[in-house]
């Protein structure tokens, strides 16, 4: 619990030392650490700083639980962030000492089979549609739904996923008891009914620009894959995507209108060979379910009567006139086909409600 507040999430140094030392005897080892500019003293003066007992109240008051690695609790997935490290000036990434969870939920049990459904924050109309109907499907098929928190996709994927009477898990960049944003307020309780709330920062800690970007590493970690619905070419739903890609997670994109702004970040993203276009939650399940298992729905347009025809019926089709009728030889000719063979065709035609023959002789049918 005391390192969650001493150490900045994600900081890589402290995770290495943690699991050299344990955090037990690295607390002990910044108590007698003063001066100087490195990390330890950084943590150091932290460390004089933290109430604990203060910490402990806090979460307890929001009915927060703290969960480690090992733990029943504790989603296995996440142990993969020990293979990945963040190529950044700070070393952001690893995997976390533990985690603050608030919800009626386990969340191992919450992640089992879980989606990231992430995106802009000024989200269009179309971009929250899609969101909240993914989400829905998802949580409908016993899929979790795991997403940031935030506005715009965020809050429309989790609100989506709770309509559907699923799951949804939301990682906040600050405290667990500083549920932000403070708009999101009530949808953040709700998901601590249906779902989970996870922090990595202790309980007390506000959320600034870096811990959102590190938290991306955890949605993309607690996830069988990540669906970007919007994003800027400059968007941290990008970063997400980075990461979901980096722990051999599934990286999917939904297109929009390509003067979209607002989709110009998934669109490159689609340029990338390891990301796959979807357009519906079925398409979203079969990439995250083993192969084979949920096969998505093919997509077909309108079919009709004439697709059944074989070939030389449909060049007599065609060879019909729309409104003049014409004889079963002219047709024949118009075909370049035998009459004899013409003739029964046409009548096969005409039972099919495709052709009509008058006194003057045969037409389309009007429905055509």
């Not at 993914?134 to 409908?140: M, R, T, V």
């Not at 919007?230 to 970063?239: I, P, Y």
């Not at 074989?310 to 075909?335: C, E, F, Q």
Request: charged fraction near 25%.
């Amino acid at each position: 619990m005391m390192m969650s507040r001493l150490v900045e999430p994600g900081d890589v140094d402290a995770c290495h030392l943690v699991r050299e030392y344990s955090a037990l005897r690295l607390v002990d080892r910044l108590r007698k650490s003063r001066g100087g500019t490195s990390k330890l003293a950084d943590w150091a003066e932290r460390l004089d700083s933290t109430d604990l007992e203060a910490i402990v109240e806090r979460a307890a008051r929001v009915g927060a639980r703290y969960v480690c690695p090992g733990d029943a609790e504790w989603p296995d997935r996440l142990d993969d962030l020990s293979s990945v490290s963040e190529a950044t000036a700070d070393r952001r990434g690893g995997v976390p000492f533990g985690l603050w969870v608030r919800g009626a939920v386990g969340l191992a049990d919450c992640c089992n089979q879980s989606v990231a459904i992430v995106g802009a924050r000024a989200a269009t109309a179309y971009g929250e549609h899609v969101a909240g109907d993914l989400a829905a499907e998802c949580g409908h098929n016993g899929h979790a739904v795991v997403s940031g928190g935030a506005y715009g996709i965020d809050a429309a994927a989790h609100r989506g996923a709770l309509a559907g009477a699923g799951r949804s898990v939301a990682v906040v960049a600050g405290g667990i008891d500083r549920l932000y944003p403070a708009g999101n307020t009530r949808l953040l309780e709700r998901l601590a009914e249906a779902g989970c709330i996870v922090a990595e920062a202790a309980p007390g800690c506000t959320p600034t620009r870096s811990r959102f970007l590190v938290r991306n590493r955890l949605i993309a970690a607690l996830s069988l894959g990540v669906v970007v619905v919007e994003a800027a070419l400059r968007s941290g739903s990008l970063n997400t995507a980075r990461w979901a890609r980096d722990l051999n997670r599934h990286v999917m994109g939904i297109p929009g209108p390509v003067t979209s702004s607002a989709s110009a970040g998934v669109h490159e993203l689609l340029r990338q060979p390891e990301t796959v276009l979807v357009t519906d939650a079925g398409e979203v399940l079969e990439q995250v379910s083993p192969l084979g298992a949920r096969p998505a729905t093919v997509k077909c347009g309108t079919t009709s009567v004439r697709d059944g025809l074989d070939v030389r019926s449909r060049r007599v089709l065609d060879a019909v006139p729309v409104y003049d009728a014409a004889s079963t030889r002219s047709i024949a000719t118009t075909a370049g086909l035998q009459h004899s063979d013409v003739e029964p065709r046409l009548d096969e035609l005409c039972r099919s409600g495709l052709v009509v023959r008058d006194d003057a002789g045969w037409r389309l049918a009007s429905v055509l």
